[in-house]
């Protein structure tokens, strides 16, 4: 029935443009009566909305009355929807005053990538907002617009970073006091991309070498990092890291570390920044666990695809050092939580080794007479765990809170 309609309207539609197209080849151009206007709105928008970018700019070339009548459809139609489509529904939206060009180059911008083309943007965003970085939706103005000036600039990044161009200065990096600590900006530097600030000692690596691609046994098997890698969202490596008393700078080289993807690189900035900077987080004693009990279920989460968050959590980061540890950080709340937690696994160098060492961290208050940061498990009461009763677990879903409860009390069978 949907098509039918469809086809109908367009039918319709169709014929009164050629019927007007006939008036003006008649009259050479001589005002009357029949105009676009005379276009059923419904018929004009179904032409909007099967369109792509290039037809409709074709449209608007033909007349000041299509012109005219293109622009409030594009704006106020065709552009929410492909906000939609994108993935960016309520993260992020564009400034009312464009221009009609401009306008355009958003939804081309919008509609590159496809259905969900701008998904780990979007994952990002959120987790800048629940972080408290941002406020969604973001806006974005002429001036990022213009970040690219061709389609051609835009499509020589990958997409995720190019997309972070446009709204990533919008992730402001900001203490408690005021204190502004930079954006979490992507920069275009010849064929160099730099994050937070402009300079060669803050450039990204897009697709590095790994650290150890062939070893025999890897922590994650087959090497996550090639097997599941994105082209639009490749793997990344930076040497940026935070130290007190000096803010965002340079670390050292065997300090840096492969993320799983470009997203997950500015997350963990994010995350680092909030722990060490902003701070105000607790942690919990560190277990380290053989990843064989359960069943190995514990095998499973850290050999899984590396950018798939557990089932529950809002986010992940994953990494391999250049020591070759490697190490995944899900994000257990959301912005509807009224604290932040995320869990660490991480795996220690070596080619055998089954152990993986685990901690939860949260802006949480500890319960009364439990101390931040306990040396172990065996000082003081045990810790609550954070209350989200709110938030039920699916079928077949594990509890990874009581899960690690069981293994701090040595339950640790399957």
């Given amino acids: 029935m949907m098509v039918a309609k469809v086809t109908r309207l367009a039918a319709a539609a169709s014929a009164c443009l050629a019927q007007l197209a006939d008036s003006i080849a008649l009259t050479r151009h001589t005002p009357r009566q029949d105009d676009l206007t005379d276009i059923p709105p419904d018929a004009m928008m179904t032409i909007i909305e099967l369109s792509d970018v290039t037809s409709i700019a074709r449209l608007k070339a033909i007349a000041r009355h299509f012109r005219n009548a293109l622009r409030p459809i594009s704006r106020n139609i065709r552009l929410r929807k492909a906000i939609e489509r994108a993935g960016v529904g309520g993260v992020v939206q ?56 061709t389609k051609a600039d835009f499509l020589s990044l990958p997409r995720f970073c190019a997309q972070w161009m446009l709204v990533g200065r919008r992730v402001a990096l900001r203490r408690p006091n005021g204190q502004h600590d930079g954006t979490l900006e992507l920069f275009r530097h010849n064929r160099e991309i730099r994050a937070i600030r402009n300079g ?15 070893r025999p046994i890897h922590p994650f098997s087959q090497h996550p990092f090639q097997q599941h890698a994105k ?54 004693p560190t277990v380290v666990v053989d990843r064989r009990v359960r069943g190995g279920y514990l095998d499973r989460i850290v050999t899984q695809f590396p950018d798939t968050p557990l089932d529950g959590c809002s986010d992940v980061v994953a990494y391999e050092m250049v020591g070759g540890g490697c190490g995944q950080s899900h994000v257990l709340t959301s912005s509807d939580d009224p604290f932040i937690a995320w869990i660490a696994f991480r ?18 208050a500890p319960a009364a007479g439990v101390a931040n940061d306990p040396p172990d498990g065996n000082q003081g009461p045990p810790r609550p765990r954070p209350h989200r009763s709110y938030r039920l677990r699916r079928p077949g879903t594990v509890d990874h809170e009581g899960w690690l409860d069981d293994v701090k009390r040595g339950h640790t069978s399957s």
């Fill in 94 to 149: 564009f400034d009312g005053q464009l221009s009609h060009g401009d306008v355009l180059k958003a939804m081309w911008v919008m509609e590159e990538g496809g259905e969900g083309g701008w998904g780990e943007a979007a994952d990002t965003l959120r987790l800048s907002e629940h972080l408290g970085y941002c406020q969604l939706p973001v806006t974005v103005g002429a001036g990022d617009l213009q970040t690219h000036p």
């Fill in 200 to 214: 060669p000692n803050f450039a990204i690596v897009i697709n590095p070498p790994l650290p150890h691609p062939t």
């Fill in 231 to 284: 082209p639009h969202d490749p793997p990344a490596r930076c040497r940026i890291g935070w130290q007190n008393g000096v803010g965002w700078t340079t670390v050292g080289a065997n300090h840096r570390q492969v993320k799983a993807s470009a997203s997950s690189l500015l997350k963990q900035r994010m995350l680092l920044h909030r722990r060490t900077a902003v701070g105000g987080i607790s942690n919990s």
């Fill in 347 to 364: 795996t220690p160098p070596g080619d055998n080794d089954q152990n993986v060492s685990i901690i939860i961290r949260t802006s949480e």
